[in-house]
């Protein structure tokens, strides 16, 4: 809370706006000409177009929003769309400027806050999470209820206050509601199939939806008709698939265009992680590009299980999209390793060595592997939320893949410019992920609330003279099976590829909470053969930076915002 600076809102100069539930108080793009604060309801925070379109917080009674655009003197970089019925008070900027002039206390807090978001690297890292979710069945065969109470008693064991309502609770007047969400840190709403006259109360109330259904039963044609289309476009839903994780989950996301899939094949897991993820304690780690030294991930993950650190959501890029693939879709350590070894270290992914019209190698045998390992697999379907990325060089931007068949979305996050040809996909040529973001730390962040933990293997020191250097001779070369990691200009590529830009890197540096980054220096990034060697060093890494940190995991970005918001001006 921001009290000097809300009591500039007692000035007769300010308006009193009326939004309703679904629309917007202002669009990116527009002029910005006043500051706005909340007097009830709530507001949310949208960034991004069309689909891409995410929740990056909410806006609760008492704070204010608008400001930063106006202090940049820049348009609206944000739309921001009332969540319910809201009242809101609007100061033209002229007064506002005029205000904070004489009331150096609203100075201060709004230095605070703007200094506090520039030291998080996310200009919304202060909004608040939404705190009233309704708890939604969309099928018959699952209870809300039930449901909706193993989740508060998850969310407890975390330390929060929860107020768990039902349908049976009714009446609940306004001032009712305030209470609860002045009382609680959360309050649950349960929402069976077949009450649809509290599902419409409730759409009332609540920030955030969490949809419940069975993958095994058929997908109903009014699914899309349980929530709101502006709840769903402005990215408000979560879809919990509870049943076996082989079920395909296409027509329930279709139906429901959830902005996060949980798939719950063991309900007792499941249900700690969502208590996490709505509790800002979830963990989600990234996992950087750098060819063969990107098997230092492994050992950083190894490391994260033994010191039982749970991952949430993982990410990656290249060869870090394959480790993270690994994780998501359940694999042990040991079988990581095993299918690891296989694929890229018994022998050489990039010796099918081909006349260069497009790439070096013909990317077959690549391709193979990856089937082998993860079939027709959607991504959709994997245990964990993950996505990878890779670049489209048609209109040069980051492309997110989070449906459809993982292994063209590997092919596609691993195709390094001028290595490996690119997979086509309509008029988008696809190839590396690293060419634009390597460390996609960014992309995770607009998402998800929680800590996040970055693993970078790119940014050690990159090539030495002998790595590129002609070999000579040339028949010694050959005949020692040297060729088979491929010619120096695979290295020259590949880092090429990878090494990021200063700016980028600052950024994705920026998004983490923890950032660790393995001491690779010594691999060369296309011997595959030194697989053992990473490995050891990410685990190394990993145990260390664990060692050091003085909270939990689950803690850090909390941490991190508490202190940005109590630091000294």
């Known amino acids: 809370m921001l009290p000097a600076l809300a009591s500039l809102f007692d000035s007769p100069h300010s308006q009193r706006l009326e939004i309703k539930g679904g629309e917007p108080l202002y669009s990116a793009g527009a002029e910005a000409k006043a500051v706005f604060l909340v007097r009830s309801g709530g507001l949310t925070v949208l960034r991004g177009t069309g689909s891409a379109s ?15 655009a106006l202090l940049a003197g820049t348009t609206r970089t944000a739309t921001v769309i009332a969540l319910r019925d809201s009242e809101i008070a609007m100061l033209p900027s002229e007064r506002f400027f005029a205000a904070l002039a004489t009331l150096p206390e609203a ?194 993950v190894r490391a994260l299980r033994r010191a039982n650190i749970p991952i949430d959501v993982i990410c990656g890029t290249s060869m870090g999209a394959i480790v993270g693939a690994g994780v998501a879709a359940g694999w042990s350590d040991g079988e990581l390793d095993m299918r690891l070894r296989r694929a890229f270290v018994e022998t050489s992914p990039l010796d099918d060595i081909a006349l260069p ?37 048609n209109v040069g931007e980051d492309v997110v893949h989070r449906r459809g068949c993982l292994t063209t979305a590997l092919r596609a996050s691993i195709s390094l410019p001028g290595i490996l040809p690119p997979v086509i996909a309509g008029d988008r040529v696809l190839v590396d992920g690293g060419v634009l973001r390597n460390l996609p730390s960014e992309l995770l962040r607009a998402e998800h609330h929680g800590t996040i933990i970055g693993v970078d293997v790119s940014q050690a020191k990159g090539l030495m003279a002998a790595d590129v250097a002609r070999p000579s001779p040339l028949l010694q070369w050959f005949w020692s099976g040297k060729w088979r990691r491929g010619p120096p200009i695979v290295s020259l590529l590949m880092r090429a590829a990878t090494v990021g830009a200063g700016p980028d890197l600052a950024r994705s540096r920026a998004a983490c909470d923890l950032y660790v980054m393995p001491a690779v220096e010594m691999i060369e990034i296309r011997n595959w053969r030194a697989y053992d060697r990473a490995v050891e060093a990410g685990e190394a890494a990993m145990t260390e930076a664990l060692a050091q940190l003085s909270s939990p995991v689950t803690e850090l970005r909390q941490r991190r915002l508490t202190e940005a918001r109590n630091m000294p001006i």
């Open 107 to 300: 100075m201060n807090e709004l230095a605070r806050l703007l200094i506090a978001r520039t030291q998080t690297g996310d200009p919304d890292s202060l909004r608040t999470q939404p705190k009233i979710l309704a708890v939604m069945a969309a099928c018959a065969t699952v209870h809300a209820e039930t449901w909706a109470d193993r989740l508060a008693r998850s969310i407890e064991t975390l330390g929060m206050r929860v107020a768990c309502v039902h349908a049976s609770d009714q009446p609940l007047s306004p001032a009712d509601w305030s209470m609860l969400e002045a009382g609680h840190d959360i309050v649950l709403c349960a929402v069976e199939h077949d009450d649809p006259a509290w599902a419409a109360l409730c759409q009332r109330q609540v920030d955030r939806f969490l949809l419940l259904a069975c993958p095994t039963q058929a997908c109903q044609n009014d699914a899309s008709g349980l929530i709101a289309q502006s709840h769903r476009k402005s990215g408000l839903v979560d879809l919990a698939l509870i049943g076996p994780a082989t079920a395909n989950a296409a027509s329930w996301l279709d139906a429901t265009e959830p902005s996060r899939l949980f798939r719950c094949a063991d309900e007792d897991q499941s249900i700690a992680r969502i208590a996490r993820v709505l509790t800002g304690k979830a963990v989600g780690v990234v996992l950087s590009g750098g060819g063969a030294r990107a098997f230092a991930h492994v050992g950083a």
């Open 357 to 393: 019209f497009v790439a070096m190698t013909r990317g077959r045998k690549v391709e193979r592997r990856l089937r082998e390992h993860f079939g027709e697999t959607d991504i959709s379907d994997l245990r964990l939320p993950y996505f990878c990325v890779s670049t489209d060089l």
């Open 54 to 68: 995410m929740s990056v917080g909410v806006v609760r009674p008492g704070e204010i929003v608008g400001e930063s």
